[in-house]
T-cell receptor, first 110, second 114 residues
Framework: QQKVQQSPESLTVSEGAMASLNCTFS??????FRWYRQHSAKGLEVLVS????GEKEEGRFTAHLNRANLHVSLHIREPQPSDSAVYLC??????????FGAGTKLSVKP | EAAVTQSPRNKVAVTGGKVTLSCNQT?????MYWYRQDTGHGLRLIHY???????EKGDIPDGYKASRPSQENFSLILELATPSQTSVYFC?????????????FGHGTKLSVL
């Protein structure tokens, strides 16, 4: 079963500065990694899905996957106050339900 | 856009009481999931289902039952609620597909057990 860790637990950045979030996992044999965003105890929305090692960009959101290093990251370019939310990584788990990290709480200051 | 509806949105229950959380999806997705979210733990998987009549145990199934009577509906049942089950519960649905399929989430049910 996948073990998922996210860092940092919380992050504060100024509007316009790059925000970088990290996620490590224990089993890198599968693909299909995703980043979700959650605003204030609401449902989650998927931001980026990445299916192979390398980089995947979706607008201002870029995911980097390195399965050999058991690491996937999310970079948010030019973050805005509306990006303040909790970000969760979801990792595959042996053809089973995805497992989530505990999340990074991002605050973007104007 | 896929639609997942949870009810109730908020629930206060007494210790030892029975609680049923309901989830309905109109996406015709085969897979449905129940997670709970607690500070410091993120989303933890309780039960999931591959289709009508199927239920599978997740990582923390103790104290919970699940029921999938139809493609559209998936319920989470707490037969004897305890204060440790105070949490926010999320239901999700997904297409049958590859591992870690994209999930569509409801808005959550906040449960307080007193």
């Amino acid at each position: 079963q996948q073990k998922v860790q996210q860092s940092p637990e919380s992050l504060t950045v100024s509007e316009g500065a790059m925000a970088s979030l990290n996620c490590t996992f224990s089993d890198g044999t599968s693909n299909n990694f995703r980043w979700y965003r959650q605003h204030s105890a609401k449902g989650l929305e998927v931001l980026v899905s990445i299916f192979s090692d390398g980089e995947k960009e979706e607008g201002r959101f870029t995911a980097h996957l390195n399965r050999a290093n058991l690491h996937v990251s999310l970079h948010i370019r030019e973050p805005q106050p509306s990006d303040s939310a909790v970000y969760l990584c979801a990792v595959p788990n042996n053809n089973n339900a995805p497992r989530f990290g505990a999340g990074t709480k991002l605050s973007v200051k104007p | 856009e896929a639609a997942v509806t949870q009810s109730p949105r908020n629930k206060v229950a007494v210790t030892g009481g029975k609680v049923t959380l309901s989830c309905n999806q109109t996406n015709n997705h085969n897979n449905m999931y129940w997670y709970r979210q607690d500070t410091g733990h993120g989303l933890r998987l309780i039960h999931y289902s591959y289709g009508a009549g199927s239920t599978e145990k997740g990582d923390i199934p103790d104290g919970y039952k699940a029921s999938r009577p139809s493609q559209e509906n998936f319920s989470l049942i707490l037969e004897l609620a305890t204060p440790s089950q105070t949490s926010v519960y999320f239901c999700a649905s997904g297409l049958v597909g590859t591992d870690n399929e994209r999930l569509f989430f409801g808005h959550g049910t906040k449960l307080s057990v007193l």
